[in-house]
């Protein structure tokens, strides 16, 4: 069938459907040619295809009737078992198996609990700026963002309050708060424990469900390791999402999600695909229990440090007066704030023209906001060409300053 | 946190959640120890653990890099290719890149379509019985799911043709019709190719979508191949999906639609947790380019048209006069009719007591039918289990008879 036919379906397209919008193929790749700093995809040479080749030869052989078969649709047992395992050890997290689903990437994770939550017209709190996998899920859902902004310390927390505050005069609820609070996704801040605290207290009084979203954890560069908001809260609000897509490797499409165990059935019911890849979550779990994930991550730590200091020191030496930009603890990002006068809707494709492809900041939040920052991502592309595109960064910005 | 906790979430749940309900872990694994006629999968020998191994082994060796990175929200270009070339060779189907949809088994693909086309309240039309991941997926949109009968020729057209009648004339519209054309599931009927001529004439008259489930295609034990309703229409409102979880590996999640462009576009929109393993995808592409997978689905034809011959006789030998039941051209299915007086819902239970397990008829239905009916799957135990499970139901049924 030809593009050119007519599409008679879309006269029944549901409200769901029109929310959502169409999207085309969108093809990683793409960005291959380029000096990439726009996505936080995991660098290419780190991808351990030897070690996963290895992991599959031995689960398949081991227990290959089962990698290869339908699977348990909130997620595959030997998995399940190798992440509690880890999250006890890093993370300090006490579960079982029923306060576990693995989903599709932590992206999937995200949009179950969206699906489980929200009704169009809902109040939803978020970061902002944030993901902009979450800007387009709470928009795709039809939900009323009240963007909380992230600072130095992390969430805004007078502002947290003050929203909370707002919804109860007013008889409203929200559905839940959003947060990343390690390495935070596009800006780099970490929220402080004191904050972490209060974040929780103000989620118990208000009876506010908390999306905890953790998927840089093992990515910690500098600075002590904070308790995550699911070990200080009690009361069962909190969910707490990540994913293997960093630490091991995204194509697998792992993640997953700790909660309550009601909320792990309401996931799974709304998971209609069925259960996440038992091959791939065999795989996984073999490369966990081997202990070849543990070093891995202390590979990927030392390159991705290795990277966050010369992007910093390449801003430092080829970034105009009046720039400004974080300094991340870990994970993938620095979040820039360019001088006045300077837009990214003009500095991105002229950027692009020239080889190097920045995450324009606009797409972070969900009322307009960013045209003057961007998102660096040091996950993907090597040291001399962050050097080298930081320095055509640089000089471009320097010459929309001065035209 | 322990299984005692309240869930302070449950009130927040949006319609949606409540609709769909919770859901349990559901192990397959939970079969393994019983005679198991009860679901469809792949017998767990013919898995093919080796192949599947050395084609991770080379997969990963040429295209590593993009195996284990994000991918194409759409779909696996490596995989997308050979699943083209298969189609053209098998199905004399020609399609491009952007009339395919990968995704996480043909249940996401139909969870998909759901989301796309139906508000709760909508009109759907279906097959009755079918597959019960149908059932469920339907009621869970909030259709009104219209029944359309199966019988030995395929879906009923004079019911169809009526109910559209039914429909215009109370100025209504059916979002789709699904159906799945060959050795339906659960009955094992296949529709004529005059039958699916005219549902492809009335679906056009009507502007009626039709999703044309074929997952069992490529496992024809008898009779000669029929043209898809895909092939049939020229007007873009077929929708034809398909699986590699019987042909190569139900672990992989591996699943497909083809369609018209904007209708993928739009099923790419609404698939929220981005593209389907990388990983998964490219091990399949190796699969399939090697040949590997010709000669598996050659294999499999013999295993499974010995099997069902095999359960037949089985049934031919062990069940009382008044039993019927169907035989299919291909696929895992046959279809029970128990004599009158004995109701599934003592049977089930009673055979899973003595080690057998079978699937009750009336979870194939939308509206309360099935009770003397049952769907025996011949695909997971091996002959032997076949003759030895047959006898024991006979028995029962026997027993029930007389009491």
Chains 1, 2 share one sequence.
């Not at 599409?7 to 029944?12: D, F, I, K, T």
Request: contains cysteine; glycine residues 8%; proline residues 5%.
């Amino acid at each position: 069938m030809a593009d050119t036919v007519t599409n008679p379906l879309a006269e029944l397209y549901s409200e769901r459907a029109r929310r959502f919008g169409e999207r085309g193929m969108s093809n990683p790749r793409d960005s291959a040619a380029l000096i990439s700093f726009f996505a936080g995809f995991p660098d290419p040479g780190s991808l351990p295809r030897n070690d996963v080749a290895e992991a599959t030869r031995v689960a398949l052989e081991r227990d290959g009737e089962w990698a290869l078969q339908y699977g348990a649709s909130s997620g595959d047992p030997e998995l399940v078992r190798e992440l509690l395992a880890k999250l006890k050890r890093d993370q300090g997290i006490q579960a079982g198996a029923e306060n576990v689903i693995i989903t599709n990437g932590a992206s999937q994770a995200l949009a179950l609990i969206v699906d489980m939550l929200v009704n169009p017209g809902d109040v939803v709190l978020s970061e902002a700026p944030t993901w902009m996998g979450a800007v387009r899920a709470f928009d795709a859902a039809g939900a009323e963002t009240r963007e909380i902004p992230v600072n130095e310390g992390g969430l805004d927390i007078d502002t947290l309050e003050q929203e909370l505050n707002t919804l109860s005069e007013t008889g409203r609820r929200a559905k839940f708060l959003y947060l990343i609070p390690n390495f935070q996704n596009p800006t780099g801040f970490t929220t402080t424990l004191e904050r972490r605290k209060k974040i929780v207290q103000l989620a118990q009084t208000h009876n506010l469900p908390i999306i905890e979203d953790d998927a840089y954890f093992d990515l910690r560069y500098a600075g002590d390791t904070l308790p995550t908001l699911y070990t200080l809260d009690d009361s069962g609000l909190v969910m707490y999402m990540g994913t293997f897509s960093k630490i091991m490797a995204a194509g697998m499409r792992l993640g997953w999600t700790i909660a309550n165990p009601a909320v792990i059935r309401q996931m799974t019911g709304l998971k209609s695909e069925g259960g996440t890849s038992p091959f791939a979550s065999h795989v996984a779990a073999e490369f966990a229990s081997s202990g070849t994930l543990t070093e891995h991550v202390h590979e990927l730590r030392t390159l991705y440090h290795s990277r966050r200091d010369t992007m910093l020191k390449a801003l430092e030496a080829s970034m105009p007066a009046g720039t400004t930009w974080t300094t991340p603890e870990g994970g993938f990002f620095i979040w820039v704030t360019l001088p006045d006068g300077v837009s990214v809707r003009e500095l991105a494709p002229a950027s692009k023209d020239k080889g190097v492809e920045i995450c324009p900041g606009f797409i972070f939040y969900f009322h307009g906001k960013g045209d003057n920052q961007i998102r660096l991502s040091y996950s993907f592309a090597d040291e001399p060409n962050i050097q080298k595109g930081i320095k055509i960064l640089g000089d471009l910005v320097k010459e929309q300053l001065t035209t």
